[in-house]
């Protein structure tokens, strides 16, 4: 099956510094790669995802980079701010069904202000 | 929008109880739904993949007897812990997907923390 692992585990950013998360993938089958970002207690939030037909999607100060190639996939934050602090999860999935899922470790995000 | 809601938010249940959990699309039709565990500090664990209408499919480990999941409409799965035991204790969330092609995302409901006593 599919085995997801994502670095760092525990992350640590001054305010306005950029972070960046990785994650890498085995099943070269898997298109879909969706990042949450999870406060504490409460339900994992999407904040950006790409499918394998693309290598770089942005949206405001996120981006997601992908090589397939490599299968590897990244998030990175600019102009980090102290809401950005929770743990962030990666994730592939193969085909349309993107719940069946597997999950990255998770990366706890702390911005010092 | 795509709201998915969960309920109860919180259960307290003593050991060899039964406890249900209910996840509701509120917004759209979701022909998939999907049960994770979650324990502290960890990542999210799927536990099974449930089908309007179909039996759920269980990811290997979990046992199905024990956690019994019923998708009987296209807006409500249920997830029941059985005879619950400490070590059943954690935060349990669900996911609905909606149907149709490109059907990427899925939408998490705000979880339900269970604990057995």
């Known amino acids: 099956g599919e085995n997801v692992e994502q670095h760092p585990s525990t992350l640590s950013v001054q305010e306005g510094d950029s972070a960046v998360i990785k994650c890498t993938y085995s099943?070269?089958?898997?298109?879909?790669f969706p990042w949450y970002k999870q406060e504490l207690g409460k339900r994992p939030q999407l904040i950006i995802d790409?499918?394998?037909?693309?290598g770089e999607k942005k949206d405001q100060r996120i981006a997601v980079t992908l090589n397939k190639t490599a299968k590897h996939f990244s998030l990175h934050i600019t102009e980090t701010q102290p809401e950005d602090s929770a743990v962030y999860f990666c994730?592939?999935?193969?085909?349309?069904?993107?719940?069946?899922?597997?999950f990255g470790d998770g990366t706890t995000l702390t911005v010092k202000p | 929008g795509a709201v998915v809601s969960q309920h109860p938010s919180r259960v307290i249940c003593k050991s060899g109880t039964s406890v249900k959990i209910e996840c509701r699309s509120l917004?759209?039709?979701?022909?998939?739904m999907f049960w994770y565990r979650q324990f502290p500090k960890k990542s999210l664990m799927l536990m099974a993949t449930?089908?309007?209408?179909?039996?759920?499919?269980?990811e290997q480990g979990v046992e199905k007897d024990k956690f019994l999941i019923n998708h009987a409409s296209l807006t409500l799965s249920t997830l029941t812990v059985t005879s619950a035991h400490p070590e059943d204790s954690s935060f349990y969330i669900c996911?609905?997907?909606?149907?149709?092609?490109?059907?990427?995302?899925?939408?998490f409901g705000p979880g339900t923390r269970l604990t057995v006593t």
């Open positions: 996911s609905a997907q909606r149907g149709g092609r490109n059907s990427y995302e899925q939408y």
């Open positions: 099943d070269s089958a898997s298109n879909y």
């Open positions: 790409i499918r394998s037909n693309v």
């Open positions: 994730a592939a999935s193969i085909g349309t069904n993107a719940g069946k899922s597997t």
């Open positions: 917004d759209f039709q979701a022909t998939t």
């Open positions: 449930s089908n309007e209408g179909s039996k759920a499919t269980y």
